[in-house]
């Protein structure tokens, strides 16, 4: 099995996964989300709305080579077209395992969405400091 898809599992288990249009959204308007996933065989409409959804929020957005039958089969729930991993280590570990495999597509968005998870720690850790 794919590492990524593994990863996908991983998150499930945990419990750091939304699955399905509605789960994403909500997770998305909670600013839960860290990277939504929409996958190659997605509605036209799906995908728009979870990239739209996601940029307006901050999340981040990318589209995967996985079709809905190989994310509903890592997360049991039927052909989901859209899934948003919910954890900052775990979107990153998934993002960096698709640019080792395809770094012409997706090296830059793992590099952007690993700047992302500094800055938000380094936002974090100032406001500790503060609290202080």
Request: glycine share 12%.
């Amino acid at each position: 099995m794919d590492r990524n898809l593994q990863l996908i599992g991983m998150a499930r288990k945990a419990g750091l996964l939304a699955v399905g249009v509605e789960a994403v959204k909500a997770a998305v308007r909670a600013g839960k989300a860290r990277l939504v996933i929409s996958a190659s065989d997605a509605s036209d409409g799906s995908a728009r709305r979870a990239r739209y959804g996601s940029e307006s929020t901050g999340a981040f957005y990318i589209e995967v080579p996985y079709t809905k039958f190989e994310l509903g089969s890592i997360t049991g729930r039927g052909s989901p077209g859209t899934v948003a991993i919910l954890d900052d280590g775990l979107a990153a570990g998934f993002l960096k395992g698709l640019a080792a495999g395809s770094p012409e597509i997706y090296s830059e968005a793992a590099e952007l969405l690993q700047e992302k998870i500094r800055r938000r720690a380094d936002k974090r850790d100032s406001k500790r400091r503060a609290e202080v």
